[in-house]
């Protein structure tokens, strides 16, 4: 019998298999870190990858960041450049290379300017000038427009372009200013000090464009977010892109993602407000005319309802203007008549010519303009009777045909009307109304009862 070998060495794991155990490892036990170096051997191949290496003093790491996540940085990392990077520590099984896949990359010194903005941002925060109620509002309609900005950058292109666009009538004035590094804070300051002085505009936008977290760091400075605070003109903050946030954003008036939308807040369009103006003016006339049509519907339903003694008069003297014509045209055809029939007489007349016929004719002729002179004199005798009438009759009913018999109306010293003896006293003085004037009296007693029975002489 044979002896059969057998192998009691340990199962040896293969390459793969103890990169790819390494690998769960490493990723189980480090989620997600942030690492600090010296970026260094950093290259850009056609596929879109960044790969590159930390170094410290001691050591290095080899790290890579795919296409897209590094579409995402604004500005692109250069050797030498001190970063942070966030990332995944894993393996590289085909090589064996220990590594980080980052995911976002930073300056290294972006956690102390973070520091810093949320430090400033609490203490205004806690002195009240983020506060809704200390904010100015915004002018729909500025007669003047201030810009704060760089003389040269894209921002004041984009604000007057759009302000062209919309209102080009609105005048707007430039006050230069850089807008990164260190002396733009002090030239900030001084512009928004310099359109104060100014007093021109009565709206001021305030900003740039977009540019990384150090680029916009002087709109993150106490001296500007004060100066913006304090200014008497109520202010816009238009800077960097929608997805940007300075301290100016807190304090300003007014926040704008961008220096364009800024334009478009502070600047009314001038073809809505022509719609806006056609519609009141439209609006306005119809409610002109319904306030018309209403106040005149009241007029007549009040001309309606008013009778006035002028306005009886008046209708007898219209009605007697008419019974004038009508006399007139009467009397004109009679006039008529009496003419054809003279005329026709005078005809036979000449025709028979016997002396005696035109005797009679002649004294019929006379009798008929006697009997209508007569019939004239009567029916204007009988209008002029009826005109008397009916002015006695509304002379009965006038207040002065009543004073004029004998009556008088009593007013007190403030005009009211006297009806009882209670309403006056011993002492008070009085003014009389009668037909042809007034007078004043004083009271030397007053009699309650039916004083006028007793002592009618009186």
């Not at 590094?70 to 450049?81: H, L």
């Not at 102390?112 to 806690?126: D, S, V």
């Not at 026709?344 to 002649?362: F, Y």
Request: charged share 25%; aromatic share 4%.
């Amino acid at each position: 019998m044979n002896d059969v070998f057998q192998d009691t060495r340990p199962r040896a794991l293969s390459v793969s298999e103890l990169n790819h155990q390494a690998r769960h490892l490493l990723e189980s036990s480090f989620m997600q870190v942030w690492v600090e170096g010296e970026l260094s051997g950093f290259s850009r191949p056609s596929s879109g990858h960044w790969y590159f290496s930390l170094k410290d003093q001691k050591c290095q790491i080899r790290c890579a960041m795919f296409r897209g996540m590094n579409q995402r940085i604004r500005s692109i990392p250069k050797e030498g450049d001190k970063v942070r990077i966030r990332g995944k520590v894993t393996l590289y099984e085909n090589r064996g290379d220990f590594q980080i896949i980052a995911e976002h990359i930073e300056p290294a010194g972006l956690g102390a300017l973070q520091q810093a903005f949320e430090e400033l941002k609490r203490k205004l925060h806690a002195e009240g000038l983020f506060e809704a109620g200390r904010k100015k509002p915004i002018p729909t309609l500025p007669s003047h427009i201030g810009v704060v900005t760089s003389p040269t950058g894209a921002a004041v292109h984009d604000i007057l372009t759009v302000l062209a666009r919309r209102c080009p009538g609105i005048p707007v004035t430039l006050y230069p200013t850089t807008v990164q590094g260190q002396p733009a804070t002090a030239e900030i300051v001084r512009a928004i000090g310099l359109a104060q002085a100014h007093a021109v505009a009565d709206v001021l936008i305030i900003g740039r464009g977009g540019g990384s977290l150090e680029d916009l760091w002087c709109f993150n400075e106490e001296a500007v977010a004060r100066a913006i605070a304090a200014c008497a003109i109520p202010t816009v903050s238009a800077v960097g892109h929608e997805t940007d946030v300075t301290i100016a954003d807190f304090v300003a008036d007014l926040r704008a993602p961008t220096p364009s939308a800024a334009a478009e807040k502070v600047s009314p369009d001038q073809r809505d407000m022509l719609r806006q103006i056609n519609d009141r003016e439209f609006r306005l006339a119809n409610a002109a005319n319904r306030a018309l049509q209403r106040l005149g519907t009241k007029l007549e339903h009040l001309s309606a309802r008013l009778r006035d003694p002028r306005r009886e008069l008046l209708e007898k003297a219209q009605r007697l203007d008419g019974l004038e014509l009508r006399l007139g045209k009467a009397m004109e055809q009679h006039l008529n008549r009496s003419q054809v029939r003279s005329g026709h007489l005078t005809q036979r007349l000449v025709m028979q010519s016997p002396r005696k016929q035109l005797t009679g004719s002649r004294e019929a002729l006379e009798r008929s303009a006697s009997q209508l002179d007569k019939a004239v004199q009567g029916m204007l005798a009988k209008l002029q009777d009826r005109l008397e009438h009916a002015a006695g009759a509304l002379n009965v009913v006038s207040p002065l045909a009543t004073l004029g018999r004998g009556y008088a109306i009593v007013r007190d010293e403030q005009g009211n009307i006297i009806r009882n003896a209670p309403d006056v006293a011993a002492g008070d003085r009085v003014s009389a109304h009668v037909a042809n004037g007034m007078f004043t009296a004083e009271i030397k007693s007053v009699n309650p009862g039916d004083s006028w029975s007793q002592n009618p002489g009186n």
